[in-house]
């Protein structure tokens, strides 16, 4: 099992900016990447970014390209999401992941709400 903490969720104005940070723990071997996905409220589950263990290659949703940023501490086990130029549209309980093949784990989630 794995377990994933993640911390720096808020409340901020429009092209303000956060960072959320997940840290992993638990059976963390061969953990192929971690993420960040967002919900809010009515829509689905969407991708915002993600992070290979291994090598670091990133990919991002377009509507984050260019504000958000993923990175990775892995002696520390965390990945963090660096958010600027904040919109509300941003606005939703992001969500941390870390996959193995065949096998998904996800935090409890942070909440971000930005105000215009």
């Known amino acids: 099992q794995v377990q994933l903490v993640e911390s720096g969720g808020g409340l901020v104005q429009s092209g303000g900016s956060l960072r959320l940070s997940c840290t992993a723990s638990?059976?963390?071997?061969?953990?192929?990447?971690m993420g960040w996905y967002r919900q809010a409220p009515g829509t689905q589950r969407e991708l915002v970014a993600t992070i290979i263990t291994s090598d670091g290659r990133t990919n991002y949703a377009d509507s984050v390209k260019g504000r958000f940023t993923i990175s990775r501490d892995n002696a520390k086990n965390t990945v963090h999401l660096q958010m600027n130029s904040l919109k509300p549209e941003d606005t939703a309980v992001y969500y941390c992941?870390?996959?193995?093949?065949?096998?998904?784990?996800w935090g409890q989630g942070t909440q971000v709400t930005v105000s215009s």
């Open positions: 992941k870390a996959y193995r093949p065949f096998y998904d784990y």
């Open positions: 638990g059976s963390i071997f061969g953990l192929s990447y």
